[in-house]
């Protein structure tokens, strides 16, 4: 093999070693050792492309922070907008939970600035998406006209990023009943009937 290939083999066997031992150890209670074992590579392979476990953490949530926001909506797509974001929503998040990963985010965001910084760039850059989105969906006529949508914006960034609080507390998700009470949010019942009657 290569060795520009091994080399790539090798990075990202710590790539998904460390999120594995993150997820399942808890980060305080990794080792760049545990990792390196895990990832089938010497300790010395693990210092050549990472100077701390800090950094790995860092360089895999910069590569898949898209993956852990919460998931892209095409608003202006005009199909049944319930079923669409409920089953996004679904898809998005079993696959986050399964991972566990989720669950080092809060407490590792309140010690590390740095982490705070690039998640907080993150869901800035998708709520100004959102944010695009309905604020096209309102020249057309589709939302309500005396709701702020900024605001609406941030209150659904903010209501998906705490979903997986009701998995953690024990109780389940209900994909349906949140992607009703988003859409009712952005949706009058008029447009919202048309709009399902039409996907329908």
């Not at 990832?39 to 476990?53: L, P, T």
């Not at 049944?80 to 939970?97: C, F, G, K, M, V």
Request: aromatic content about 8%; overall charge negative; proline content about 4%.
């Amino acid at each position: 093999m290569p060795k520009q290939v091994r080399s790539q083999h090798k990075k990202h066997a710590l790539f998904e070693s460390g999120q594995i031992l993150f997820s399942e150890k808890g980060y305080d209670h990794t080792t760049t050792k545990d990792i390196a074992s895990h990832a089938g590579v010497s300790i010395g392979s693990f210092y050549r492309y990472f100077e701390d476990k800090r950094q790995l953490l860092l360089a895999i949530i910069d590569e898949r922070i898209e993956q852990m926001m919460p998931p892209v909506v095409n608003w202006t797509d005009h199909r049944d907008p319930e079923e669409d974001l409920a089953n996004r929503l679904q898809q998005h998040y079993s696959t986050l939970i399964s991972s566990g990963f989720y669950k080092l985010l809060p407490e590792l965001i309140s010690k590390d600035r740095e982490l705070e910084n690039i998640i907080r760039v993150a869901k800035n850059r998708l709520q100004d998406h959102m944010l695009k989105q309905l604020e096209q969906l309102r020249d057309e006529g589709m939302t309500w006209e005396d709701i702020d949508l900024d605001t609406v914006s941030w209150c659904i960034i903010n209501l998906l990023e705490h979903l997986t609080e009701k998995v953690e507390e024990g109780g389940s998700i209900h994909y349906e009943e949140i992607a009703k009470l988003i859409c009712r949010m952005i949706y009058p019942p008029d447009i919202l009937n048309k709009l399902e009657e039409s996907d329908g």
